[in-house]
């Protein structure tokens, strides 16, 4: 229950960073700028559908599915290579010392693709990744003579779709939501509190312009247009593992007791 609550806590304290500080305070100040100077006019609240909710729910669905798609290929980059190794392993005459060396080149993969995916954005350690699908290639090679046709096809396509499945992984990591999209929703975002707070006068009745209800509701609509503007900033990256919804990337990579012989 304690590690429950624990991960609730963290998970709404992670949509508070400077950008939501800014537009609270934004939104304060100009409450009292229209206030003082007695601004007001009517606004269509359809223009808040069109210009910011529509484009960030949009980018919001964009984030979650590029987060789907990464669980599955990581997924799909995993199961090719047990079944790589399986396959390797059951044809005649392959013994454990040559599965492990295969096991042990195809861990190299999978640490570099991590090392890429996680701690640097390095198109060099990606180069490195498809030097080592020859040397894969050069491996399963040198032991043809073990392999019959269909045996051989079988290990020349897996390994090729599991070096597809890095490619792919590698596509959504290095192609985000449109950033074009991102800046014009957040710039909106910043500009609300100028509509919000004119329209919060508007309906109000000049019996409780004195209140701070009208404050409270453009703080909320502030708020949580910011909050949902951020939980899709921090979703559009599923690997760096500073998300509470990034991919679990220890749980899902193969690990020794999957492979090597003791």
Known sequence: MAFSFKKDYRAILSVFNFRLLFILVETVLIYFLYKNYKINFNIDFTIMSIA???PLVFSITSAYQRRQDAINLF?????????LTNIFYAVEGIKEK???ELFTLLQQVQSLLIKYLVFENDEKIFDQIRSQRKQVLYLIDSYKNFFNEREKDSLIRIKNELFLSAEKVRGIKIHGTPISLK??????IYFSPFLYNSQSFVSA???NIENFMPLFFVLVVSFV???????QDYIENPFDQEGLDDLKIDNLKVGKVEGLFD
């Open 183 to 188: 800046k014009y929703c957040l710039i909106f």
């Open 52 to 54: 910011i909710v529509f």
């Open 225 to 231: 247009l910011m909050a949902l503007y951020n939980i």
């Open 205 to 207: 009745s000049s019996s």
């Open 98 to 100: 040559e599965y492990n």
């Open 75 to 83: 997924l799909e980059f995993r199961n090719k290579i047990i079944d």
